[in-house]
C-alpha cells in the first residue's frame, strides 16, 4: 500500500547514484527491472525509483551514505526467493533497490579451519558446490537454493533441511561485513568461534530482513563432508507415530537424523500434478507420509552391517512391527534419494500452479506438533467450512508450512480472500494458544508486519523499534518491513502475500 508521502528521488540525486556505480550497475532494461519489483509468487508488484547492482562494498558504502545524506530509502535484494514480500519495493516508487548479485566472489575457503569467506551475493548452491570441491559440506539447503543469496538466507535466517541436526542459517556465521544506514562500513569479518566482546553485533543483523543495514560479506562454518547417507521415505498412521518414529531413529543412528520432514497426501497430489518427472515413492494413498535422512562422516563401512542403510533398515522394520511405521522405502542409490527430495523441495513450485491456497510457516515445541495439527484442522475446518488442511514441513525442528486449499467451488484468490483473513486468525491464534511463532523461518517482511504486532508483547516490540531507532533512526532501510517504528506508517495487509 504505497505511502501518501511518497516522493521521488530527483534527477540529480539518479546522477549521483549512475557517478557511484557506473552504467554497468544501473538496472535500466524494463524486463529487468520488473524482475526486481516482483516476488516469486509473482503476487506482488513493486515499484522502485532505480535498482542498482554495486560491485563492491565501497560502493554499497557510497550509496547509503547518498541515501542517508537524502533521505531516500533502500531495499535490499538477494535472490528474491523470499516469500513474505520482504525484498520487494512497496510503497509506490520512492526506493532504491540495492542487488547484491554483482558481489558473488568465495573469496577463501580454508578447508583445515572448517570455515568459507564469501560476498553476500554468492548463490547458496555455489556455496554447496564449492564446500563439496573441497570435501567439505555446507549444510543450508532449501528449494530456492539455486537461486537465494548467502546475503538473503543470512538476512532471512533461512532454515531449511537440515536445521535439525546443523541448526539454521544464524548457527553457520563466524563473522559479517555490514554497511549501516549511514555508509559506514562495520567489519566484524572474524572467524572466531568464541568472541565475548560485548553485545553480539552479527546477530542483529541475522534475520533483520534487511532493515538495519546491508550485509556485504560473511565468514561462515563448514562441515565435514557426510558419506555415508541413508534416506527413506515413510508412510504413518498419524503425526504420532511419525513423532516417535524421529524420537527412536535418534538413538538408532548414533544422533545423526538429519532430516525429517512431514508430507501430506493432499501436497503431494499436487507435486505430482504440477512438477513433470516426479512420482510417489510408496504405492496406494497414504495420508501422512515422512522423508526421513541420516548421516555419517564416516566412509560406509565394509562390514556390510553398520553403516546408516543397515541400520534404517533394521530400524524402520521394528517401528513396522510396532505400527509406527504402514511402508517405507530407503533410497537405493543418490539418484533415488535425490528424486525423494525433488518431491520435498518441490511443494512451494507446485503451489504456484496449484489453485487458491494460503500457507503459513509457524513452529511450536516438537512435541506438540501433532497436538497443534489436531486442533488447529479441527479449529480451521469449523471456522471456514470447505477448507482443505494439508500442513507439511520441517517436522522435526517443530516447524510445519500449515497450507489450505481453497474448498473446491473456490476457484480464485479474490473469492479465497475472506476465507484467508478468517484463517490469519484461526491459525495464529492456536499458534499463540500453544506458546509458538508466527514466523519460523520465513520471516515478517511486509506480509506479516501487522501480525507481529498483533501477537509480540510491548516490550518485545518496543526493544525492536529502540534497536531500529538506534541503527537507522531515519528510517530508510527497507521501511514497512518486520517494524514499524511509528504506528502510523502504512502497512500492507498481509495474509494475501502468502
Ligand atoms: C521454493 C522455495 C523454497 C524455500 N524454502 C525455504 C526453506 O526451506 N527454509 C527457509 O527458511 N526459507 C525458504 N524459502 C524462503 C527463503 O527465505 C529464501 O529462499 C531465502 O533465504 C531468501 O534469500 P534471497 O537471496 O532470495 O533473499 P531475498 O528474497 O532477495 O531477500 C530476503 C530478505 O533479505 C533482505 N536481504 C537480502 N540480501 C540482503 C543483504 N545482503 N543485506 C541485507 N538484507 C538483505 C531483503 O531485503 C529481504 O528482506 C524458500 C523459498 C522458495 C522460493
Not at 547509503?64 to 514480500?85: D, F, R, W
Not at 562454518?221 to 531413529?249: C, H, M, N, R
Not at 507435486?271 to 566412509?299: A, D, F, N, Y
Request: charge should be negative.
Amino acid at each position: 500500500m504505497p505511502d501518501t508521502l511518497v516522493t521521488t528521488p530527483s534527477s540529480a540525486f539518479l546522477g549521483k547514484l549512475r557517478a557511484i556505480v557506473g552504467d554497468k550497475g544501473m538496472v535500466e532494461d524494463a524486463q529487468a527491472r520488473a524482475f526486481h519489483q516482483t516476488d516469486w509468487r509473482g503476487l506482488t508488484m513493486g515499484q522502485a525509483a532505480a535498482v542498482v547492482k554495486p560491485a563492491t562494498v565501497e560502493e554499497v558504502s557510497a550509496i547509503l551514505a547518498l541515501c542517508s545524506e537524502h533521505g531516500v530509502k533502500i531495499v535490499p535484494q538477494g535472490g528474491l526467493t523470499g516469500l513474505v514480500g520482504a525484498s520487494i519495493p512497496v510503497r509506490g516508487g520512492d526506493e532504491i533497490v540495492v542487488s547484491l548479485a554483482r558481489m558473488n566472489r568465495i573469496l577463501d575457503v580454508n578447508a583445515t579451519a572448517y570455515t568459507m569467506t564469501v560476498e553476500a551475493g554468492v548463490v547458496l548452491q555455489t556455496i554447496q558446490e564449492t564446500a563439496t570441491a573441497h570435501d567439505r559440506y555446507f549444510p543450508i539447503s532449501l528449494g530456492a537454493q539455486g537461486s537465494c543469496m548467502i546475503g538473503g538466507n543470512l538476512s532471512t535466517n533461512a532454515g531449511g533441511a537440515t536445521v535439525l541436526h546443523y541448526g539454521n542459517t544464524r548457527s553457520m556465521v563466524l563473522g559479517l561485513e555490514v554497511v549501516l544506514p549511514d555508509g559506514r562500513i562495520w567489519n566484524g569479518l572474524r572467524a572466531l568461534k568464541k568472541d565475548n566482546t560485548g553485545y553480539d553485533l552479527k546477530n542483529l543483523f541475522v534475520g533483520a530482513e534487511g532493515t538495519l543495514g546491508v550485509i556485504t560479506k560473511a565468514v561462515l562454518k563448514i562441515f565435514p563432508k557426510p558419506k555415508d547417507v541413508a534416506t527413506a521415505w515413510l508412510a504413518v498412521p498419524e503425526p504420532k507415530a511419525a513423532l516417535e518414529v524421529l524420537a527412536g531413529a535418534r538413538i538408532a543412528a548414533d544422533d545423526n537424523v538429519t532430516s525429517c520432514e512431514l508430507v501430506h497426501e493432499l501436497g503431494l497430489d499436487g507435486i505430482i500434478e504440477h512438477i513433470p518427472g516426479t512420482q510417489r515413492p510408496l504405492q496406494g494413498r497414504h495420508t501422512w507420509q515422512v522423508l526421513m535422512e541420516w548421516s555419517s562422516t564416516r566412509p560406509i563401512p565394509e562390514d556390510g552391517e553398520s553403516g546408516m542403510r543397515p541400520r534404517m533398515e533394521t530400524y524402520l522394520a521394528e517401528c513396522m512391527e510396532k505400527g509406527l511405521v504402514e511402508d517405507a522405502v530407503i533410497a537405493q542409490n543418490e539418484a533415488q534419494a535425490r528424486a525423494f527430495w525433488h518431491i520435498r523441495e518441490s511443494h512451494a513450485e507446485a503451489g504456484r500452479h496449484a489453485g487458491p491456497a494460503v500457507s503459513f510457516d509457524i513452529s511450536v515445541a516438537v512435541e506438540k506438533i501433532p497436538s497443534f495439527i489436531e486442533a488447529c484442522n479441527a479449529a480451521a475446518v469449523h471456522a471456514a467450512p470447505g477448507v482443505r488442511p494439508r500442513p507439511m514441513g520441517h517436522m522435526g525442528d517443530g516447524n510445519l508450512h500449515y497450507n489450505f486449499s481453497a474448498p473446491v467451488d473456490v476457484k480464485d484468490r479474490a473469492q479465497f480472500a475472506p476465507t484467508v483473513k478468517i484463517l490469519d486468525r484461526v491459525v495464529h491464534d492456536m499458534v499463540a494458544k500453544f506458546d509458538g511463532s508466527i514466523s519460523a523461518e520465513h520471516g515478517i517482511g511486509s506480509a506479516k508486519l501487522l501480525e507481529l504486532e498483533h501477537y509480540r508483547s510491548q516490550t518485545e516490540l518496543d526493544v525492536m523499534r529502540a534497536i531500529k531507532k538506534a541503527l537507522d533512526p531515519q528510517g530508510i532501510m527497507n521501511p514497512g518491513k518486520v517494524i514499524r517504528v511509528d504506528p502510523a506508517e502504512s502497512a500492507q495487509e498481509g495474509s494475501l502475500m502468502r
